[in-house]
């Protein structure tokens, strides 16, 4: 276990949740249906504060946390728009979402199984990992309903 390993695998994680903070913004602002804005808006709420607890816990490690998305993400949310473009609409807009949401789930997954990590740093992750887990459900139920719907 090192510091260093500890700050860098929750700065990763810190990155790809800005990542989908932002895109949960920006897809709250382009879903045409009140339901979908309503738990985007809700999800970004959230993961803010998932955010916020992982910069802490990176600082309590000797972290320098990270308050910045990744290049991957702003390049996820354009596929968004073209696909919404396109004519796919809110269905286009959930998909990608339950694209999103399955990545980070992964990203999660993957520090979770590390033994390498502190044992506070781990509890930070997994305390962070209920909204990861919760959001990535929900996504995924609203896609499954939106093709049963076809």
Do not use: C, W
Not at 55 to 78: F, I, V
Not at 86 to 98: M, N, R, T
């Amino acid at each position: 276990m090192s510091k260093m390993h500890d700050t860098s695998k929750l700065d990763d994680l810190i990155v790809t949740l800005i990542d989908s903070v932002k895109g949960f913004d920006h897809s709250a602002k382009h879903a045409q249906a009140a339901r979908y804005r309503d738990f985007f808006a809700e999800m970004a709420a959230e993961r803010r504060e998932v955010v916020t607890s992982l910069q802490n816990a990176s600082r309590e490690e000797g972290g320098s946390p990270a308050d910045y998305g990744s290049a991957a993400g702003t390049l996820h949310r354009r596929f968004e728009d073209l696909r919404r473009a396109l004519g796919g609409g809110d269905e286009a807009i959930v998909k990608e979402v339950d694209h999103g949401e399955n990545y980070l789930k992964e990203e999660f997954d993957r520090v979770l199984a590390d033994e390498r990590m502190s044992p506070a740093a781990m509890n930070a992750v997994r305390e962070a990992y209920a909204t990861v887990r919760r959001g990535h459900d929900q996504a995924s139920a609203l896609k499954k309903q939106l093709e049963s719907a076809d």
